[in-house]
């Protein structure tokens, strides 16, 4: 059996698509890594989960079964389901990242030219720019004001809002620009966003900022110098919709990695009262290398962890390593999915297949395996064994032929505290790219490996 869709049967294939549709409106609307927080939160509330800090607030302990979340900054999120054990006989985790890459603006960014007026950007993530252009474009973010209070903005969703977008040169007149590596083909100081074009009346100077500026005080109460302390991104526009004449695709933006995010999270929804204790992480800041308070590589987690032990039992540091280093994870990001269009990037045997489930990745990393977390066998053998028992369709794949390229994950972030991790996630094609795709089928056993990986590891 080579894909899923030979082994659904009828109730298989409505349960995959019906899990589809969830997921097509959660990345519709989740564009942002706050949005996906703040949409897991209210998710993860409705499922009977409650903030760490209430319990902590409230004087209570944690005991098995309790559903709790901590959220970073709304930037990042842990939930934890509490296991019969005790948190040192180590946990179940999950690990999916939010962030996707995008355009951000600059701290400075608005300026007119030629009564055109226009945002700079700086390109978050690794993108091709020459993919980013001429597309209908929205702006998501949050402003942030010197009183304290937070704007937030989403514009270029509904059907009645505008879009914004960055031009392309004309073919007519693109000589020089063909004649360009891919890589200078469009470059990062020519990713200036459109966003407006009437001038304000009896304006001598900028006439049109102004009349853009005014427009966003008007409607919402935001100047000039806020957008020095703002987080507003660009990303391309409109829902995810069904992809292929047979619907057994999703086209949508953020794939990468909200689509394990979202599995990941579901899973976790579903566990009570496990052995082990189960934790699903969504982090930000992966595609610029994890770093910053609200990526991987933060303290926020083993804080949170020490906060949950000093919950259960009397706290030590010694308890906190114990609990890392029996804990068993996940890493669930995205793989390459075979594309016949560059099947030569590939090696075939090694390689992600749509529709072939949950894709295993040994290691990562380029060249020799440079920067990879190569999981220890062990660990995989343990993992066939619950795969197998839950009947959950599994591949194994790597990222490309040797030397072609490669990539990274938070895996060697979590297996530096001396946990058994593994990538362990969905192929995607187009990854990066404003529309990336994913294979319903993938998803759906994504969702039913996380949750055999909280239950029964
Ligand atoms: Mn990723
Ligand atoms: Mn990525």
Redesign the pocket.
């Known amino acids: 059996m080579k894909t899923v869709w030979e082994k659904y049967n009828e109730a298989d294939m409505k349960a995959c698509f019906e899990f589809n549709e969830g997921y097509r409106k959660y990345i519709s609307e989740c564009k942002t890594e706050r949005e996906c927080t703040l949409e897991a939160i209210r998710i993860a509330k409705e499922n009977g989960f409650v903030d760490l800090e209430d319990v902590l607030k409230a004087g209570k302990k944690l005991n098995p079964g309790d559903k709790v979340y901590v959220n970073n900054r709304d930037k990042n999120l842990c939930l934890f389901v509490m296991g019969k054990q005790p948190l040192t006989a180590g946990m179940n985790i999950l690990g999916a ?1 939010i962030d996707s890459p995008r355009l951000d603006l600059k701290q400075k960014p608005v300026y007119e030219d030629h009564d055109l007026v226009l945002f700079d950007t700086h390109y978050y993530g690794g993108v091709k720019k020459y993919q980013w252009v001429a597309l209908p474009m929205a702006l998501h973010g949050v402003v942030c004001k010197k009183d304290g209070t937070k704007v937030n903005i989403v514009i270029g969703e509904k059907d009645t809002d505008p879009v914004v977008g960055i031009s392309d040169l004309l073919i007519h007149l693109s000589g020089d620009q063909m004649q360009k590596t891919g890589a200078k083909v469009v470059e990062g100081e020519d990713l200036n966003v459109l966003v407006g074009s009437i001038p304000a009346k009896d304006t001598e100077k900028d006439a049109v900022k102004t009349a853009v500026l005014n427009l966003l005080k008007e409607t919402y109460d935001i100047e000039e110098d806020d957008f020095i302390s703002a987080e507003l991104e660009i990303v391309p526009a409109g829902a995810a919709r069904d992809y292929g004449l047979d619907r057994s695709m999703i086209i949508g933006y953020g794939h ?2 909200r689509v394990c995010a979202y599995t990941s999270l579901m899973a976790t929804l579903e566990v009570s009262e496990p052995e082990r204790t189960s934790c699903c992480i969504l982090v930000d800041k ?1 595609e610029v290398g994890s770093i910053g308070a609200t990526g991987m590589q933060s303290r926020f987690f083993e804080n949170a962890i020490a906060e949950m032990i000093a919950l259960t039992e009397e706290y030590s540091d010694l308890k906190l390593r114990r609990t890392l280093a029996n804990s068993k994870m996940l890493s669930s ?2 793989s390459a999915a075979f594309d016949p269009n560059y099947p030569g990037v590939n090696e075939m045997k090694n390689t992600a297949f749509f529709g072939r489930g949950i894709c295993f990745n040994k290691y990562t990393g380029s060249r020799g395996k440079g920067g990879c977390n190569d999981a220890n066998p062990e660990f995989i053998a343990e993992l066939r064994k619950v795969m197998a028992d839950a009947d959950v369709q599994f591949q194994t794949a790597e990222l490309g032929r040797v030397d072609q390229g490669g990539g990274g ?1 938070i895996a060697y972030i979590l297996a530096n505290l001396n946990m058994d991790v593994i990538d362990a996630g969905i192929a995607v094609q187009n990854m990066h790219a404003p529309w990336e795709v994913v294979s319903k089928g993938d998803v759906y056993e994504g969702y039913r490996g996380y949750k055999a990986f909280l239950k029964k590891m």
């Open positions: 990242h990468d990695d992966e990001d995205v994950t």
